[in-house]
C-alpha cells in the first residue's frame, strides 16, 4: 500500500511538469515575468526645444588678432605716416610723449571701435583735431597708410573693409579743409 501511494505521487508531479506548470514556483506564486524592453527612437527632440544655438561671428576685434594684432597694425601706420610725404610734417613736430600718448590711444580707440573689451580715454575725433586745418589730401594719405599697414600685417580684405568702414565715418569731424569742387 505504501508503495502504491509513493508511485502515484511520483506520476502526479511528473504530469505536473510535463503540462507544463512547473513555472509555479514554490508557495504557488507565477516566476516574475522579464519586463519588456522598448524603445522609443526619434530624430527630433521635444517639440518646443529651441534650435540649437548658429555659432556666434567672430567681432571684428577678435578677426583683427585682438589687442596684439591691433597694436601691430598701429605700429605699422604710425611708421607709414611719419615717411608719408602729405602728412608727416605732422607727426614730426610732436614730442615723444605726444607720439607714445597717439599710439595707445589709438590702439585703444580701434579696440573698442571693433568690438574688444577696452576703454577709450582721449578726446573725441572733433576736439582732438580741432583747429589743425587738416585736408582732405592729408585725409586721403592717412587711408593709405592705415591699409598699408593692414596689408603689410596681412589683415584680409574683409577685415579691412570693415575697419575702413569704421573710420571713414570720422572723416567729417577731422577734415576741416574740404577740398574745392572740380569745375
Ligand atoms: C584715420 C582717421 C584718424 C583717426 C582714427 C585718428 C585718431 C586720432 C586719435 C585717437 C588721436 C589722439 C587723441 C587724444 O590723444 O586725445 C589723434 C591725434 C592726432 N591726430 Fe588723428 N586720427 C585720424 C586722422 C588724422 C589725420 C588725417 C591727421 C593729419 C594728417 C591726424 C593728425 C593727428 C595729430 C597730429 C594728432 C596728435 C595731436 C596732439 O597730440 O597734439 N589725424 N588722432
Same mark, same amino acid.
Given at each position: 500500500?505504501?508503495?502504491?501511494?509513493?508511485?502515484?505521487?511520483?506520476?502526479?508531479?511528473?504530469?505536473?511538469?510535463?503540462?507544463?506548470?512547473?513555472?509555479?514556483?514554490?508557495?504557488?506564486?507565477?516566476?516574475?515575468? =522579464?519586463?519588456?524592453?522598448?524603445?522609443? *527612437?526619434?530624430?527630433?527632440?521635444?517639440? $518646443?526645444?529651441?534650435?540649437?544655438?548658429?555659432?556666434?561671428?567672430?567681432? /571684428?576685434? &577678435? +578677426? /583683427?588678432?585682438?589687442?596684439?594684432?591691433?597694436?601691430?597694425?598701429?605700429?605699422?601706420?604710425?611708421?607709414?605716416?611719419?615717411?608719408? @610725404?602729405?602728412?608727416?610734417? +605732422?607727426?614730426?613736430?610732436?614730442?615723444? !610723449?605726444?607720439?607714445? #600718448?597717439? +599710439?595707445?590711444?589709438?590702439?585703444?580707440?580701434?579696440?573698442?571701435?571693433?568690438?574688444?573689451?577696452? &576703454?577709450?580715454?582721449?578726446?573725441?575725433? #572733433? @576736439?582732438?583735431?580741432?583747429?589743425?586745418?587738416?585736408? =582732405?589730401? =592729408?585725409?586721403?594719405?592717412? *587711408?593709405?597708410? /592705415?591699409?598699408?599697414?593692414? $596689408?603689410?600685417?596681412?589683415?584680409? !580684405?574683409?577685415?579691412?573693409?570693415? /575697419?575702413?568702414?569704421?573710420?571713414?565715418?570720422? #572723416? @567729417? @569731424?577731422?577734415? =576741416?579743409?574740404?577740398?574745392?569742387?572740380? #569745375?
Amino acid at each position: 500500500m505504501r508503495t502504491r501511494l509513493f508511485v502515484s505521487a511520483l506520476l502526479t508531479t511528473a504530469a505536473l511538469a510535463a503540462f507544463g506548470l512547473g513555472a509555479f514556483a514554490c508557495g504557488g506564486k507565477p516566476a516574475p515575468k =522579464e519586463p519588456m524592453i522598448t524603445e522609443t *527612437v526619434s530624430d527630433a527632440g521635444p517639440e $518646443d526645444a529651441a534650435p540649437p544655438e548658429p555659432p556666434k561671428p567672430k567681432s /571684428l576685434y &577678435e +578677426r /583683427l588678432g585682438a589687442k596684439e594684432g591691433i597694436t601691430k597694425v598701429v605700429d605699422a601706420f604710425l611708421k607709414n605716416l611719419t615717411g608719408n @610725404d602729405v602728412v608727416k610734417k +605732422r607727426f614730426a613736430k610732436l614730442s615723444k !610723449e605726444k607720439v607714445e #600718448k597717439f +599710439r595707445n590711444h589709438l590702439i585703444d580707440q580701434i579696440c573698442k571701435e571693433s568690438g574688444g573689451d577696452c &576703454e577709450y580715454s582721449g578726446k573725441n575725433m #572733433k @576736439d582732438a583735431h580741432k583747429g589743425m586745418k587738416i585736408t =582732405e589730401a =592729408e585725409w586721403n594719405a592717412t *587711408v593709405s597708410a /592705415l591699409k598699408a599697414a593692414l $596689408d603689410e600685417n596681412k589683415v584680409a !580684405e574683409n577685415e579691412m573693409n570693415d /575697419l575702413i568702414g569704421l573710420v571713414a565715418p570720422m #572723416k @567729417d @569731424d577731422i577734415v =576741416e579743409v574740404k577740398a574745392k569742387p572740380k #569745375k
